[in-house]
């Protein structure tokens, strides 16, 4: 009798605990009648444990859940072992949807149960808050577009797809032109508000099978739809350009935007999301250069020079943690003395592909990503380290230069960030001059004032770079004490044989002179120029004639000389190497016209654009030709070289084996990888020209330029400068 009352109590406990439990249980007969279902089904669903009794288990859910559920307790019946499990969505009685966790057990051989066991519960709650997870990790917050997650994803399926069928997609890559200026104007909150309308946009004028997708800040990608041709996608591009000759009304605003697009083609250009990505990339840089409002199809005509600042602009980022750049020096000359006076701290990128890589290729990147303090940071460190090296060695004291970009001066503590590297290695801050252009003191001259008092202040000297190429910037001669002027090299380049040219220089070494303003100038590379700016007696040059920016240790035996000679002899690593020539070459009095493509890259086949170049001179093994892009010489790069002589379209394959700098301009020794039918063409016509030459005979001069070399490359250049 005891035991008995122990029983009864038990099992009313158990059944307090079904009445008032959140989760519902049911046992069902083989046939899925339900035989018993607790209480909480009336919380649950909103219907009553004895409306249910009798029905199908089945009869509670619609659909694809249905399906889910019959899948379960069909594996049940046949295997007693396991637990089955299943996340279904089920309809209250009022119409509302809840997600429900199920679980499915064989308990036919239970004496007490003789049933299947259904239990399940409501977590609901939980799958919104993975669902909203989910969502964060595909969609963009503002737009609730894809995100790159999702465009990854989709452009892989993309290529799949267009394998299978033999169809075509496009990949375009938008940018919004000078969003950040916008963005600053307005605050982020308005500017968020213009993007969505900008997405809604865009989104509305694509077709339903369009994707359509925000990468990140103001860039957008759109995997077009399968077109026909090339001129479809074109025109397609054109379209979406003309959807912004209206502007977006942002609160009180009236605001309009241009835009860039990058397109590369699958399969023309590409057939794995990698290439088409990094294509569309290339594409949107040609296009930016181009000017708003355009659009660049990847082709052959997307430059080398974008692929190169494609290359740079991903290595950057890695770049300064693995130690691959380094600070050149290149010497200050007084002139009257060619006493070394001071130096300016350039920074390299000892790219392991690219070779040598100067700051005009990699400084506007590194602004455009971010880098560019950290970047600035270090060189000032490092110029440091080897200053309190230099002092304690033994060597003279003197002025270093250190550039400066605009986003530095905005830097958080920029001058009390100079001021304590420079007390770290123990140095008097007088040794420094900080170096800005014109352009930044034009521009930015009301931020920028007061930290330039304080420099001065603790006896940091300013330079004020490039003068002359501003528009306005006499004014702010006058109310800043500018220390050093740097006439800009585009001026010294031409003294004194372009009358303007000359004009302008002596107009500023006055002036300079009367403001009690030091001078420089910039880019001396020959006897005429040095000799002319004597005469006119500027302070201080600085350029190749005297010597090239130059490393740590080959600067510091410069300095330990003190005076630093200038260069009469030109050029004899080039003269050497062309009198080790097995062939004597045609040196033409006018340069020729070529295009160059990269051909091959590190040992890997490369489909990159074209870049203009002038030949100066062709023999049967090599040429030397002229460029305004900088390639590393380096056997496993293959170039080839493209060019008209004679009525022949000629074609060469091979390497630079040398290469000088003047004035942002490269010119390179080429030679020739063998290919004995190629020669044998090549033999052909440079004979018959020779032959003509010989005789006086009249030359056809198609494909010459009559121009000089830096106004050819200056109409329409493709590099960087």
Request: net charge negative; charged share 25%; hydrophobic share 40%.
């Amino acid at each position: 009798m005891v035991y008995q009352n122990d029983h009864y109590s038990e099992l009313k406990r158990f059944q307090g605990l079904i009445q008032e439990s959140c989760d519902v249980f049911v046992i069902a007969s083989p046939e899925a009648k339900i035989q018993y279902i607790s209480p909480a089904v009336e919380k649950f669903l909103g219907y009553t444990p004895e409306e249910e009794i009798g029905k199908s288990i089945f009869n509670m859910f619609e659909d694809r859940e249905r399906v889910k559920v019959v899948q379960s307790f069909q594996q049940a019946l046949t295997d007693s072992s396991q637990i089955f499990t299943a996340e279904v969505t089920a309809q209250t009685r009022l119409g509302k949807s809840i997600y429900m966790e199920l679980t499915v057990r064989n308990l036919l051989s239970d004496p007490f149960i003789q049933g299947i066991v259904i239990n399940w519960r409501d977590v609901t709650e939980k799958v919104v808050d993975r669902q909203k997870i989910e969502y964060m990790a595909a969609y963009d917050r503002v737009t609730k577009l894809p995100n790159q997650n999702q465009l990854l994803q989709q452009l892989q399926l993309e290529c799949e797809r267009a394998k299978d069928k033999g169809t075509s997609f496009a990949l375009m890559k938008v940018d919004i032109d000078g969003f950040k200026h916008v963005n600053n104007a307005l605050g982020y909150q308005l500017g968020d508000q213009l993007l969505l309308q900008f997405a809604q946009r865009i989104r509305n004028f694509l077709s339903e099978e369009a994707f359509f997708s925000r990468s990140e800040g103001d860039l957008f990608r759109i995997i077009a739809p399968r077109l026909n041709s090339a001129e479809e996608y074109e025109q397609m591009a054109k379209d979406i350009i003309d959807l912004f000759s209206k502007p977006f009304t942002v609160d009180i605003y009236e605001i309009y935007l241009s835009i860039t697009i990058g397109i590369s083609l699958f399969a023309e250009d590409a057939q794995d999301p990698d290439t088409l990505l990094k294509y569309s990339y290339n594409a949107l840089l040609q296009a930016k250069k181009e000017g708003k409002n355009k659009y660049v199809i990847f082709s052959s005509q997307v430059n080398i020079e974008s692929y190169k600042q494609f290359m740079l602009r991903n290595d950057l980022h890695a770049a300064l943690e693995n130690e691959q750049f380094q600070v050149y020096y290149q010497p200050f000359i007084k002139l009257r003395t060619n006493e070394i006076i001071g130096a300016e701290a350039l920074i390299r990128w000892k790219h392991p592909k690219w070779g040598m890589v100067s700051p005009g290729e990699f400084i506007s990147l590194a602004e455009e990503i971010g880098v560019i303090v950290s970047l600035g940071n270090w060189v000032l460190r490092e110029v440091c380290r080897n200053y309190r090296q230099w002092l304690n060695e033994g060597l003279p004291a003197m002025k270093i230069s250190v550039n400066y970009s605009g986003i530095q001066l905005f830097e958080k503590d920029f001058v009390e960030n100079i001021l304590k590297t420079v007390a770290e290695f123990e140095l008097d801050p007088h040794f420094l001059i900080v170096e800005l252009t014109e352009s930044i003191l034009i521009h930015e001259f009301k931020s920028i004032k007061s930290s330039i008092r304080a420099l001065q202040a603790v006896g940091i000297k300013v330079a004020l770079d490039d003068f002359g190429t501003g528009y306005s910037s006499f004014a702010y001669l006058h109310r800043l004490k500018i220390d050093f002027l740097k006439i800009d090299c585009s001026f010294i380049r031409d003294i004194p044989l372009n009358n303007k040219s000359t004009l302008i220089t002596k107009s500023i070494i006055t002036l300079a002179r009367d403001l009690g303003i030091k001078l420089v100038a910039e880019g001396v590379e020959n006897a005429e120029q040095l000799s002319f700016l004597r005469y006119l007696n500027c302070y201080t040059g600085q350029g190749y004639f005297y010597s090239r920016p130059v490393p740590k240790i080959d600067f510091e035996q410069l300095l330990a000389k003190k005076i630093c000679e200038p260069n009469y002899v030109s050029n004899l690593s080039k003269e050497q190497h062309e009198e080790r020539r097995e062939f004597s070459r045609i040196h033409f009095h006018q340069q020729l016209k070529a295009d160059l493509t990269i051909f091959e890259f590190m040992g890997n086949k490369a489909k990159v654009g074209t870049t203009r170049v002038l030949i100066k001179d062709i023999g049967p093994e090599g040429l030397c030709f002229i460029s305004d892009v900088r390639f590393p010489v380096a056997k496993d790069i293959v170039l080839k070289i493209t060019t008209q002589l004679m009525g022949q379209e000629i074609k060469v394959y091979g390497s630079p084996v040398w290469t000088e700098e003047s004035s942002n301009l490269y010119e390179y020794g080429f030679k020739f990888t063998v290919d004995e039918n190629k020669q044998l063409l090549l033999h052909k016509v440079l004979n018959e020209y020779q032959s003509k030459l010989d005789m006086n005979s009249k030359v056809d001069m198609d494909g010459f330029v009559a121009e000089s070399v830096n106004q050819y490359f200056s109409s329409g250049k493709n590099g960087i400068k």
